[in-house]
């Protein structure tokens, strides 16, 4: 198993409500904060919203949930990603390391690699996950009382 880019591996999960404990660790991670704390993500529409151009998105999504074992980790290098489901809630997978699946997408900024899962919890009911480059997480799992949801995930430029 290789060792991914990134070289702080610091996955972060908590409430929503300690969110703002978080500043000072990125600029642009303030930024989401800040736009955080005086906006409704339920208010939003399906697709991306524009916080500060391409240095802090936000992907809001229906998705139907899938099965977790065997699921490939994604990872990514440029953005973090700050997880928060709106209805319903899905269990996530955290990994320090993986083996390639195939080429890095650049224009995407997305990767998946096989491994196995070091930790993992379920989101929803307030709580979100901090994903930064390199950790390859396993979002959109399916839990027994949950098959789909609506979430945003906040994309974060951290170079």
């Not at 240095?55 to 953005?79: P, S």
């Not at 709106?86 to 955290?94: D, I, N, P, Q, V």
Request: hydrophobic fraction near 35%.
């Amino acid at each position: 198993m290789g060792q991914l880019p990134g070289k702080d591996r610091i996955m972060i999960t908590d409430t929503l409500q300690n969110l703002p404990r978080y500043r000072g660790l990125h600029k642009n991670l303030d930024t989401a904060i800040d736009w955080l704390q005086h906006h409704d993500l339920n208010a939003l529409p399906n697709g991306r919203t524009e916080v500060a151009g391409d240095a802090v998105f936000i992907n809001v999504m229906d998705a139907d949930l899938r099965e977790g074992e065997g699921a490939a980790f994604e990872y990514h290098r440029r953005y973090a990603d700050l997880q928060i489901d709106l209805t319903g809630g899905e269990h996530w997978g955290w990994a320090v390391s993986g083996s390639e699946e195939k080429p890095f997408d650049a224009a995407g900024d997305i990767g998946f690699v096989a491994g196995p899962e070091q930790a993992g919890g379920v989101l929803g009911e307030g709580r979100f996950a901090l994903f930064l480059p390199g950790e390859p997480h396993k979002p959109s799992c399916r839990t027994p009382d949950c098959g789909s949801l609506r979430k945003a995930v906040v994309k974060i430029e951290m170079l």
